[in-house]
């Protein structure tokens, strides 16, 4: 898994760009200052970076330590300060109710059953009240092939999140075709599942 994501980050680029993802930044009203934000596979810090922005303190993981390089180049840039850890989501330990906010933004490098444990993190790691932001593709967009991986296993649907998240309190979910341009490898009519939840 590390050698595939540092062969792709291997590159001047930021090949998913340096802007937010647009739903992230569609829930600013979110994120308060001081709050503790997680990053679930950050890559190239484009949405930790952003975070930061807003006023949160921000943890990124990801697996490639090229992309976290990249991540960090980008925070200074930006004069924001943003943790980083060299972690792979499948063994990292999560932490319980560690933070108030986690960004899992396009993180379906995980097919079932491996993904429980991602799903599982989430569950954990959120503090009572917390909030998960999750944008993810639903299984039609094997057949857009504008990014994600090429299995439909891989892919949410809102039912999939109800049943995850069963229990939390369903801020928003959505899912919906759109187009989206976030650098090279997402680009294009996209086949899409928002949510925000609150951790009861």
């Keep these: 898994m ?10 001047e680029d930021y090949i998913f760009g340096t802007a937010p993802n647009v739903f992230l930044a569609s829930q600013a009203a979110l994120i308060r200052p001081g709050m503790h934000a997680l990053a679930i596979a950050d890559g190239e810090g484009r949405n930790g970076v952003w975070l930061a922005e807003q006023g949160a303190r921000v943890h990124a993981i990801d697996v490639s330590p090229p992309a976290l390089e990249k991540a960090r180049k980008l925070a200074a840039e930006r004069r924001v300060t943003l943790e980083t850890e060299q972690a792979d989501a499948l063994n990292w330990t999560w932490p319980e109710a ?7 933004i396009f993180i379906q490098f995980a097919p079932p059953p491996e993904r429980d444990r991602i799903i599982e993190g989430i569950r954990r790691t959120l503090k009572p009240g917390g909030v998960l932001i999750l944008q993810g593709y639903t299984p039609k967009q094997v057949e857009f092939g504008t990014g994600g991986p ?4 891989n892919m949410y649907t809102a039912a999939l999140l109800r049943e995850w998240f069963d229990g939390w309190d369903i801020l928003h979910l959505a899912e919906h075709e759109s187009f989206i341009s976030e650098g090279a490898h997402h680009h294009g009519m996209s086949a899409l599942v928002d949510m925000v939840a609150r951790k009861p």
Excluded at 150 to 153: E, I, M, T
């Design 2 to 11: 590390s050698d595939f994501w540092n062969a792709r980050y291997a590159t």
């Design 150 to 153: 090429p299995s439909a296993a």
């Design 98 to 104: 560690a933070y108030d906010l986690v960004a899992a």
